[in-house]
């Protein structure tokens, strides 16, 4: 399970007495903060009064989140319909989105969105071509390259479990253990073999044991039930994690270690925690971006430090937000927006905590731009 939806559960929300606070920083432009401003903010600025946020995801431009009552909310910068509100028309702040309280999970691409609600139906909306050059890909998965203003049903299975999203690609675990992927093939991002794009969701290989999936960029990385890791798509930095930089279009093994637990992955580079709790990286290593102190790249996965307490991570553009088990944030890399919520702009090679509150619950850093989002619990 994924550890910011664990903390969540283990919270106990909906009993009446846990609150959810959203938090945002970073790169404000276009309102993708959601506090009402387009201003950049270099330490955390809490998004409105409400205190019963349960998940948060960013594009390019826009934000989505959930709320523990299933309502979906949007904000930010929307010219291809993006928030999902019917219309182009940009949001400085959370605007619900339709009425229902069913929405359980959602994934921003560059400037699309994917969800699953909690029958298992999955659903898209936003951009379904690349833009600006108006490009097919088909990253809804509804069959067209005609952008939706509003949520589209994809297909009519009630078995999606899990999702993914990168630039202009979307990808799919079912309840079966099967991987699906579709939208913009570059560089074979959508782990089929080619570089096709497809826009309707097509079966990665025949295995039943797929379990989480993380789209970065250009690249994904995926943990099987078994713990081990795979990764595909563009390698340039060696975000992939397999000793080189030949990107691949079919998923690759990382290594032969059955102990990861969950990954991100971000623009050039990728992040992961093992079940020991430790905290591994590779790939570009850009302003600092891998946390190891310096600013090489590195092709194969290298640990962060010597420390067993990390729980939850995600990867942005050049940098990083990741909790301890012990409830505080961490960030680390690029820092020219202050994405990294330390109060000023300066990258930093190493994790550094941010603020001294410990009750941080999930987070998120956006692959597409650099702000970052973050639910307290309490």
């Known amino acids: 399970m994924d550890p910011n939806v664990l903390r969540l559960a283990m919270g106990g929300a909906g009993g009446g007495e846990d609150e959810y606070r959203l938090y945002a920083w970073g790169n404000g432009s276009a309102f993708k903060l959601g506090d009402g401003t387009s201003d950049n903010k270099s330490s955390p600025v809490q998004i409105g009064a409400l205190k019963d946020w349960s998940s948060v995801s960013g594009g390019n431009g826009h934000t989505i989140s959930t709320k523990t009552d299933g309502t979906l909310w949007a904000w930010g910068y929307q010219p291809q319909g993006q928030l999902g509100l019917g219309d182009t028309t940009s949001r400085s702040s959370p605007v619900q989105v339709g009425a229902l309280t069913t929405w359980s999970k959602i994934k921003c691409g560059r400037d699309h969105t994917i969800a699953v609600k909690t ?58 253990g099967t991987f699906w992927s579709w939208g913009r093939g570059l560089l074979g991002i959508l782990g089929l073999g080619n570089t096709t794009n497809y826009s309707s969701p097509k079966q990665v290989g025949s295995l039943t044991n797929w379990s989480s999936v993380s789209g970065g960029r250009y690249h994904v990385s995926a943990i099987k039930t078994d713990g081990t890791l795979w990764a595909w798509g563009g390698n340039s930095d060696g975000q992939l994690g397999l000793g080189d930089k030949i990107s691949r279009s079919s998923p690759v093994q990382v290594g032969s270690l059955t102990t990861w637990a969950s990954v991100s992955c971000g623009e050039g580079h990728t992040v992961a925690i093992k079940t020991d709790g430790t905290l591994w990286a590779w790939g570009s290593g850009f302003a600092g971006a891998l946390g190891l102190g310096n600013t090489t790249d590195y092709s194969s996965p290298k640990q962060v430090g010597s420390l067993t307490n990390w729980l939850s991570i995600n990867v942005g553009r050049g940098h990083n937000i990741s909790i301890k088990t012990d409830g505080t944030l961490w960030s680390w890399g690029y820092n020219s927006q202050g994405q990294l919520g330390l109060g000023n702009t300066t990258n930093r090679s190493s994790p550094v905590q941010v603020g001294a509150l410990a009750n941080w619950n999930s987070v998120h850093a956006t692959s597409f731009e650099r702000s970052s989002f973050a639910i307290t619990k309490n």
């Open 119 to 176: 029958d298992g139906t999955l659903w898209a909306w936003g951009a379904n071509r690349i833009y600006p050059s108006g490009y097919y890909s088909g990253q809804l998965g509804d069959g067209t390259t005609t952008n939706r203003s509003s949520p589209v049903q994809v297909g009519a299975l009630t078995t999606w479990a899990s999702i993914g999203c990168a630039q202009q690609s979307s990808f799919a675990i079912k309840t079966d």
